[in-house]
């Protein structure tokens, strides 16, 4: 008969293990569970010297890591190529937006022009061409290929001046790019003159290296943390049920329950201190971040205002501005005249308006008198004129 399978009396702790050595990864197993199956845990110790925390095995950890290493590299060079579209991108989208005033020099027209045909020509050609997988399963599209696409190419001249001139453009909005990084990381910046923006700009790639590196030290070490935390949530079960269970101590021993009390009495406490700590902390976190967004706001009023008054001066040059000038004069004189005719004009009826009603009928008289008169003279000159 064959005898009975062993049970560890630990088994929880054995299985998890101390934090940095062999164990399985966290998993809640009492010995409830170990006694029911005692298979299935002798099955868990052979397998822990071979399985880290992340429940995989050392080959396949290994070749997870070269995998990600290789994905890392991949991913590195996809996104410097498509860094350098984007840049390409956002030229010609500059030059789409451009107004009649701000057109670009013939040069530079045929440097983009240049630019938009070999980008819509390589678009072309990566449609054209199918994959490795693909190539010689299914005929070409619209039974073209990439040697038909070559007599698009742009002239032999136009594309030497394209690859003479490219670099130098890519350098200057990859500077222009980085500077406008440089002033979200670090608004203090904007103060700074060309010479020191341009220092703190070879020094900022490493700053935000430094900073991703700590941000994943930090989920390490929490990673780290939740799995210590697993490893205590399985043992202190585990804990109480060997000092309360059955073949554990003398059964006359009283059932003692000191431990949940001194764990709930622990986390009632670590509840109090996090809440303090953080209300403490958060009135001048609030201050702080306050103060950052008053800032961030002036220093946002005051570009829009410079970019206001870079399109004023673009759009009105000197001369305009001296014609405008003149213009403004010629109006206000204008203006302060016709004030004045009509201040003159309401003196004159404030005057006729205090002599009273009686006055109204000196007027109407004056009026027939006038009116009378220019009849006459009227007449007098038809006279003078049959006279003649």
């Known amino acids: 008969m064959a005898a009975p399978t062993r049970v560890p009396e630990d088994v929880g702790a054995e299985l ?13 197993l009492t010995e409830e569970d170990a006694s029911a199956h005692p298979g299935l845990t002798n099955l868990l110790l052979g397998l822990t010297p071979y399985l880290d925390l992340s429940g995989l095995s050392a080959p396949l950890a290994r070749q997870l890591e070269q995998a990600g290493k290789e994905l890392q590299l991949r991913r590195a060079a996809w996104l410097r190529w498509e860094a350098l579209h984007r840049l390409l991108q956002e030229a010609l989208m500059e030059q789409g937006a451009g107004t009649e005033d701000a057109s670009p020099a013939p040069p530079d027209r045929k440097f983009l022009e240049t630019l938009e045909q070999r980008l819509l020509l390589g678009e072309l050609s990566r449609i054209l061409e199918p994959g490795p997988s693909l190539r010689g399963s299914q005929p070409p599209l619209l039974g073209l290929g990439a040697p038909d ?44 003159g060309e010479t020191a923006r341009c220092a703190m700009l070879w020094t900022l790639a490493e700053g935000l290296a430094a900073e991703q590196r700590r941000r994943q030290a930090a989920r390490s070490r929490r990673r780290d943390l939740m799995g210590l935390l697993e490893r205590q949530r399985a043992a202190y079960p585990q804990v109480w049920a060997g000092r309360g269970g059955v073949g554990r101590g003398h059964p006359s021993e009283p ?15 670590l509840q109090r201190l996090a809440q303090e700590h953080r209300l403490g902390t958060q009135a001048a976190l609030d201050r702080l971040n306050t103060h950052y967004l008053e800032v961030k706001c002036s220093a946002m009023f005051l570009k829009i205002r410079l970019e206001e008054l870079s399109v004023l001066v673009d759009t009105y040059s000197p001369e305009k501005v001296e014609v405008h000038r003149a213009i403004r004069a010629s109006l206000q ?10 201040a003159t004009a309401r003196k004159i009826l404030a005057a006729y308006e205090s002599l009273g009603p009686e006055f109204e009928g000196l007027v109407q008289e004056y009026a027939q008198l006038c009116g009378s008169i220019e009849n006459k003279r009227w007449a007098l000159q038809e006279f003078s004129k049959g006279c003649h």
């Open 16 to 28: 998890l293990g101390p934090a940095g050595g062999a164990c399985l990864p966290p998993c809640q």
């Open 149 to 192: 696409l070559l007599a698009l190419l742009p002239p032999s001249q136009d594309l030497a001046r394209l690859q003479q001139r490219l670099p130098q453009e890519l350098e200057e909005r990859l500077r222009r790019k980085g500077l406008a990084l440089l002033s979200y990381h670090r608004p203090e910046s904007d103060r700074a």
């Open 255 to 269: 059932l003692s329950p000191s431990l949940p009390q001194v764990l709930l009495h622990c986390l009632g406490l």
């Open 333 to 342: 004189g204008a203006v302060q005249q016709q004030e004045q005719e009509l």
